[in-house]
């Protein structure tokens, strides 16, 4: 067969795709974390990658400050390090090729001590090939469940949702070259929204109950503006664990690889969409259905309308305070040059001055214009 330079998005004899799993895992536990190509019946049959077997790969619970061994196999298409956002681990084992581990090659295996010592919300991908792998659907979850028991307001339980898009065309994922990215950096947009790896999320709620929604968007491009419609949602946390105050919100902005952390009381019997808000157009992402029940709120929803400070949060804000109005110690400037963007790059286009001017509107002693600012414009 004549070699196209391109990714195959060949399905025979390939597994079909299942749901992620839930799994708990205490201290010290050991897992095996495995990749294989599959197959997914969506607008075509599928070649896709999958943790474990699943898209997203298997959701992983564990309590802080656990630490457990990971033994990856790699059985894809191309070389793979295993990234773990947002953790707090051994940089050795945070899945930088060539840096801190070798690449895992298509065959090969790489065994990672992962340490939990923050609670949130994580999840983990490639960081090789992200554009080709990730969007294949080598993306799962972690959630790191507080030692606290306060840490987080009383809800009735928990859901995560990866939300991701994918270019589906003529019946294949449009395909990617082996020898290195074809689109735009860190990948594209696609023509098809994934919810936990399905066009049309169902799940089901009933009446007075509080669903804490874990999301993240797993897409290389796409931004996306969580809804819903109707019940209203508590934003209680981000990327970094709890945030210092709780804020009622219609909708959330998440950028790629960006983590949102947010309850849900449902009220009214029902349909309850899930929607991606944009400008110009509303996308529909699936539905909660929401059975009447008899037994009226329970103890989350009691305290649902609640706003918690988190007094810690507070106290490190305070002691930083003055340090926001005070003169830089230094100023440095960071100047990157894309290959493809040199031609463009002449003395005729100058870099916007626009993120160097202030945008708080708090006064400040400092210049609206750095050091930095003025150096760049000299470029
Ligand atoms: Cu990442």
Not at 2 to 9: A, I, K, N, S
Not at 307 to 326: K, N, V, Y
Request: aromatic share 8%.
């Amino acid at each position: 067969m004549q070699d196209t330079g391109l990714f195959t998005t060949d399905t025979t004899g390939l597994a079909e795709v299942s749901g992620p799993q839930l799994i708990r895992l205490a201290d010290g536990d050991g897992y095996r974390l495995s990749i294989t190509p599959v197959r997914k019946e969506l607008g075509g049959d599928l070649r896709m990658l999958a943790y474990n077997g699943s898209i997203p790969g298997p959701a992983l619970h564990v309590p802080q400050g656990a630490q457990i061994t990971v033994d990856v196999r790699n059985d894809g298409d191309v070389e793979t390090t295993v990234h773990w956002h947002g953790l707090r681990l051994e940089n050795r084992y945070d899945g930088v090729p060539h840096e801190t581990q070798e690449p895992i090659p298509v065959g090969g295996g790489y065994t990672c001590q992962i340490q939990f010592p923050d609670a949130g919300f994580y999840w983990y991908h490639p960081h090789m090939r992200e554009d080709f792998a990730q969007e294949m659907g080598l993306y799962g979850t972690i959630v790191v469940e507080p030692t606290d028991p306060g840490y987080w307001p009383a809800v009735d339980r928990e859901l995560t949702l990866t939300l991701d898009d994918l270019l589906v065309e003529d019946g294949h994922i449009a395909a990617f070259s082996r020898s290195g990215p074809n689109f735009t950096a860190m990948g594209r947009f696609g023509n098809v929204l994934l919810v936990n790896g399905e066009t049309a999320f169902t799940g089901a709620a009933a009446v007075g109950e509080v669903v804490r929604l874990y999301l993240v968007n797993t897409a290389n491009t796409r931004l996306f503006n969580f809804a819903l419609s109707g019940p209203p949602m508590k934003l209680i946390g981000g990327d970094s664990g709890r945030y210092e105050r709780e804020t009622f919100v219609e909708e959330i902005l998440l950028a790629p690889s960006e983590r949102a952390v947010v309850d849900v009381l449902f009220e009214d019997p029902g349909e309850v969409r899930l929607e991606h808000r944009t400008p110009e157009q509303t996308y529909d992402l699936g539905a909660f259905t929401v059975a009447p029940a008899a037994d009226g709120r329970g103890a989350a929803a009691a305290s649902f309308a609640t706003l918690r400070t988190d007094p810690q949060l507070a106290e490190e804000r305070r002691l930083i305070e003055h340090d926001l109005d005070r003169e830089p110690d230094k100023v440095l400037a960071f100047v990157s040059t894309m290959p493809c963007c040199t031609a463009r790059t002449s003395r005729r286009r100058r870099p916007t001055p626009a993120p160097c001017t202030p945008r708080s509107p708090r006064p400040s002693r400092r210049p609206a214009r750095s050091a930095a600012c003025d150096w760049l414009q000299q470029r």
